[in-house]
């Protein structure tokens, strides 16, 4: 029966058939469709053994878009499940969708916020609370109320990976990007472009207000009043000594931080500082 499948033959459904008998394949040259529904055909996929061989372990991306669970209905299913009931039916899923990832692997799932914190708490418990990679707000128009309610025009995708394997690819470049870089003294890093490494304002809390030694004037460069850098002492320090060693000092500027933070510093006030 599973080369009917295979091939695509469609086979009538009843309750005879075992779930991972019921799913429908329709195979292409490097891709597979196919309709069914999603618990009997992931079943399929993670149990069928000509099929987990091929699969399992093979899947470097799952994206879902599951019932949000709205109280509405809908032509094709109702959307009004217990909540209880709606975890049970996703965790099943999910529990077959793990064992389809590579290790490098990522899982999104589109949600409104009906469930979407208890989708949350759930892929903690599936994927590990240490694999959690970011809770995206997509929105999806812009239709501002004047009403006395909130405006709801966003959706979310959570975004989980398989484990520590996994490494986002970064957004491309446009030739709007590259117009900024440019190499006027033959870096042999490449090129590069100038940027305002201050932030817009003081944490607070002394870690990112501090100074730093200028590499060619000696002279000690600190944020704006009220602002602070961008960056860690640590990364500044690892940037600077490809110019000349740099040390961190403790410059006793409790005065200024203060001043310049609003509050009083609760770490050592240090500088990055050129080594004699």
Same mark, same amino acid.
């Given at each position: 029966m599973l080369d009917d499948y295979v091939q695509g033959t469609q086979t009538e459904k009843s309750d005879e058939f075992a779930y991972s008998e019921r799913a429908d394949l329709e195979p292409q040259d490097d891709n597979l469709l196919i309709l069914g529904e999603s618990g009997d055909v992931l079943e399929a996929l993670t149990r069928v053994p000509e099929l987990a061989k091929k699969y399992v372990g093979q899947?470097?991306?799952?994206?879902?878009?599951?019932?949000?669970?709205?109280a509405q209905t809908f032509a094709s299913y109702e959307d009004n499940?217990?909540?209880?009931?709606?975890?049970?039916?996703?965790?099943?899923?999910?529990?077959?969708?793990?064992?389809?990832?590579?290790?490098?692997?990522?899982?999104?799932?589109?949600?409104?916020?009906v469930e979407v914190h208890r989708m949350r708490l759930l892929m903690d418990e599936v994927f590990g609370a240490e694999n959690f990679q970011a809770e995206v707000v997509w929105q999806k128009a812009d239709s501002p109320r004047r009403g006395l309610g909130f405006s709801v025009d966003q959706n979310?995708?959570?975004?989980?990976?398989?484990?520590?394997?996994?490494?986002?690819?970064?957004?491309?470049?446009?030739?709007?990007?590259?117009?900024?870089?440019?190499?006027?003294?033959?870096?042999?890093?490449?090129?590069?472009?100038d940027d305002n490494p201050s932030g817009n304002?003081?944490?607070?809390?002394?870690?990112?207000?501090?100074?730093?030694?200028?590499?060619?004037?000696?002279?000690?460069?600190?944020?704006?009043?009220? $602002?602070? *850098? #961008?960056? &860690?002492?640590?990364?500044? !320090? /690892?940037?600077?000594?490809?110019?000349?060693?740099? @040390?961190?000092?403790?410059?006793?500027? $409790?005065? *200024? #931080?203060? &001043?310049?933070?609003?509050? !009083? /510093?609760?770490?050592?006030?240090?500088?990055?500082? @050129?080594?004699?």
């Open positions: 899947v470097k991306l799952i994206y879902i878009d599951p019932p949000f669970n709205t499940l217990e909540h209880s009931i709606w975890l049970t039916m996703m965790r099943d899923r999910l529990l077959h969708m793990k064992k389809l990832l590579t290790d490098d692997g990522s899982i999104w799932v589109h949600l409104d916020d979310f995708v959570i975004v989980y990976r398989r484990s520590e394997a996994f490494e986002p690819n970064k957004a491309l470049r446009t030739a709007a990007d590259n117009a900024r870089f440019s190499n006027p003294d033959n870096d042999p890093l490449g090129p590069w472009w304002h003081g944490d607070g809390s002394g870690g990112m207000c501090y100074a730093i030694q200028n590499p060619l004037t000696g002279e000690m460069m600190r944020p704006p009043k009220g $602002a602070s *850098w #961008r960056y &860690s002492q640590q990364r500044i !320090l /690892a940037g600077l000594q490809g110019w000349v060693p740099y @040390r961190l000092e403790n410059l006793h500027n $409790a005065e *200024w #931080r203060a &001043s310049n933070e609003g509050a !009083l /510093a609760r770490r050592r006030p240090m500088t990055c500082a @050129r080594s004699s």
